[in-house]
């Protein structure tokens, strides 16, 4: 979470696909956890899913920022 705050703290594009890197790896990590939860451990943990519906929105965030700033590039050439 501190990299998807540091990513969005600062501007540009480098930073927009740190974000998205950040996310996906979050997102996938938090996958893995859930199939922990879900299928190894036998139990649900609400901050756990609370965690995943988050860095979920994040990876959705962090693609229409990328998104966006591929769109306001292409308009500026």
Do not use: H, M, P
């Amino acid at each position: 979470y501190a990299g998807l705050l540091l990513s969005a703290a600062i501007k540009g594009e480098r930073a927009a696909v740190f974000g998205l890197f950040v996310a996906l790896v979050g997102t996938l990590y938090s996958a893995y956890l859930t199939y922990l939860e879900l299928f190894v451990i036998q139990a649900i943990c609400q901050w756990c899913v609370a965690s995943a519906g988050l860095i979920a929105a994040s990876l959705l965030v962090a693609t229409l920022r990328i998104a966006k700033s591929d769109n306001l590039a292409l308009t500026k050439r």
